[in-house]
């Protein structure tokens, strides 16, 4: 866990880098996994595999581009 944190903490002090607290910038990595989780529960029985990959794909570039001064 301590090479997570420090991962962590190099991007939160990045001054182009919106989020400033690791802890939070945690939760959103965990709630970005519960995409993965998503595809099974919700997209393959109603036969939308490819629209889950392509909004997973949009979901995190928009993420992405929202994470970093411009």
Request: no cysteine; charged share 25%; aromatic share 8%.
């Amino acid at each position: 866990m301590q090479a997570q944190s420090e991962h962590l903490e190099r991007w939160v002090t990045d001054p182009s880098f919106r989020v400033d607290d690791p802890e939070q910038l945690q939760g959103l990595f965990r709630l970005l996994g519960f995409t993965v989780a998503a595809r099974e529960e919700l997209f393959e029985p109603a036969g939308a595999v490819d629209l889950h990959d392509s909004s997973q794909a949009l979901l995190v570039d928009v993420v992405v581009d929202g994470l970093f001064e411009g």
